[in-house]
């Protein structure tokens, strides 16, 4: 079995900075792409950050410039440090991953749990 667990969110007053941090375990054989997404009430859940395998990285345009997602792959995490905050970025904040479980099973997509990032004064 695999596990994403998300740590790091909070209350944070607008243009402050949070970093978020996920961390998969269990039997993973390998982990292609990791990525960020959040669920505002009443909307949409959003891909906010991507990475691949290879470090390459995508944004929606609603975080550019502002969220920087990284990955360390010896510890199996994936990190997403978000700087001039606003109210809009309020939500639950989700990590995924595409994870192989052995070389001969195809890659699954696994979900967090969700950490909550508040933005307010």
């Known amino acids: 079995q695999v596990q994403l667990v998300e740590s790091g969110g909070e209350l944070v007053q607008p243009g402050g900075s949070l970093r978020l941090s996920c961390a998969a375990s269990g039997s993973i054989f390998d982990i292609y792409d990791m990525g960020w997404y959040r669920q505002a009430p009443g909307k949409q859940r959003e891909l906010l950050a991507s990475i691949t395998r290879r470090d390459v990285t995508n944004y929606a345009d609603s975080v550019k410039g502002r969220f920087t997602i990284s990955r360390d792959n010896a510890k199996n995490s994936v990190y997403l440090q978000m700087n001039s905050l606003k109210p809009e970025d309020t939500a639950l904040y989700y990590c995924?991953?595409?994870?192989?479980?052995?070389?001969?099973?195809?890659?699954?997509?696994?979900w967090g749990q969700g950490t909550q990032v508040t933005v307010s004064s």
């Open positions: 995924n991953a595409v994870i192989y479980t052995s070389l001969t099973a195809p890659p699954r997509s696994y």
